[in-house]
Structures are given as C-alpha cells and as structure tokens.
T-cell receptor, first 109, second 113 residues
Framework: DTGVSQDPRHKITKRGQNVTFRCDPI?????LYWYRQTLGQGPEFLTY????????KSRLLSDRFSAERPKGSFSTLEIQRTEQGDSAMYLC???????FGPGTRLLVL | AQSVTQPDIHITVSEGASLELRCNYS??????LFWYVQSPGQGLQLLLK??????LVQGIKGFEAEFKRSQSSFNLRKPSVHWSDAAEYFC???????????FGTGTRLKVLA
C-alpha cells in the first residue's frame, strides 16, 4: 500500500467522450504529480502541483487535458474529447520521493 | 536535456543467479536517482534511491545500486534472483525545481525456474 488510491482503476470509453480520473493521497502531501505511461514505455511527466497550485505542465498536456487540486489534497485529471492516442495508464504520485498509486488504465475505442 | 537510458529491454536469468540492470543518465547537476519496479497492470514500487553520500545504496527486497559519477551510471544489482522478482524495472532521475522524474524505457526481467 503506497498510501495513494486512484479511481477508477480501469476505464473504457468511446472516442470523443470526456473522462475524469481521481487521485487520493491517504495522508497530506504538498507535492502531487501526474504521469502517463504507454505500452512498453516508462512513465512520462504530465503535470505537478504544489499544494493547490499547478506549477508545471508538460507539453504533452494538450488543451484537451485539465488537472485540478482544489483543496491541496485529492486531484482530478480530465480528458475532453478523448482520442485513441490517449489510451494509456495514468499514474498519480505524491511526495518529494514519489510514491505512486496503482494507476488508471484508459482504453479509448 | 536530461535523459535516462536503460540499454537492456529484456533480460532473462535463472532463479538463484545474480542480476545487474544497467542505467545511464544525462543530467547537468548532481542527480537524484531512483529505481522502481512494476508488476503487470500495477503502479510503481520504489526499490531504492540515491541523493548523496555513500554511493552504494541498499533497497528493499535485497536490491542494491551503485552510483558512479564518472560513468554516469546507477546500476541495480541483486546477488540471487527469486522467481517473484520477474517484473519491469525502471530507472529515473529527479529533474528541475519540481523534481519531476524522467524515466528510462524500462527493463523487463524474466526469471527461469
């Protein structure tokens, strides 16, 4: 147990639909990160929060992606108008030494 | 630009044999280095980390890694592999002010009984 839960664990959606993922740290962490991992690759950084402030976004985070951390605790990642290329595992991590949640696997049909 | 290279995509070893997974990094400053393990369909579990000090670091599950600045390497080792070690292993460097991680492409370990 890494102290980070992610919901849902799996999501299948049709192209063009919107999806939202949630990351819940069990204990307080100032730092929260989102990564995306495609098949056969290592995780790639998407965005970083320091408390509720989104301080860095990767160029991978297109306009269709938005992330929030409204109270500095849980975080959500929304993808609008999903595309097949969005199919991946979305990982949340917390802490200075990053502890990862189990991930949300997205499949876009 | 920062980068991490894991030269071996797949490695197969027999149970009980020793293991070394290679990792090379490119980073301008003193790096923060990590090894993670990932079982199929799961998140990443931290094995060990290097920030400073002793260049040989011990981790969980009997793993260790050695930081060699002159070779820009941070290789992971285990003296005797168990069948349960079969998984994918990722090396990462912590970069920039936000300490986002840059990962290698991973090495998939297969263990023969």
């Amino acid at each position: 147990d890494t102290g980070v839960s992610q919901d849902p664990r799996h999501k299948i959606t049709k192209r063009g639909q919107n999806v939202t993922f949630r990351c819940d740290p069990i204990s307080e962490h100032n730092r929260l990160y989102w990564y995306r991992q495609t098949l056969g690759q290592g995780p790639e950084f998407l965005t970083y929060f320091q408390n509720e402030a989104q301080l860095e976004k990767s160029r991978l985070l297109s306009d269709r992606f938005s992330a929030e951390r409204p109270k500095g605790s849980f975080s959500t990642l929304e993808i609008q108008r999903t595309e097949q290329g969005d199919s991946a595992m979305y990982l949340c991590a917390v802490g200075g030494t990053q502890y990862f949640g189990p991930g949300t696997r997205l499949l876009v049909l | 630009a920062q980068s991490v290279t894991q030269p071996d995509i797949h490695i197969t070893v027999s149970e009980g044999a020793s293991l070394e997974l290679r990792c090379n990094y490119s980073y301008g400053a003193t790096p923060y280095l990590f090894w993670y393990v990932q079982s199929p369909g799961q998140g990443l579990q931290l094995l060990l980390k290097y920030f400073s000090g002793d260049t040989l670091v011990q981790g969980i599950k009997g793993f260790e890694a050695e930081f060699k600045r002159s070779q820009s390497s941070f290789n992971l080792r285990k003296p005797s592999v168990h069948w349960s070690d079969a998984a994918e292993y990722f090396c990462a460097v912590g970069a920039g002010g936000t300490y986002k991680y840059i990962f290698g492409t991973g090495t998939r370990l297969k263990v023969l009984a």
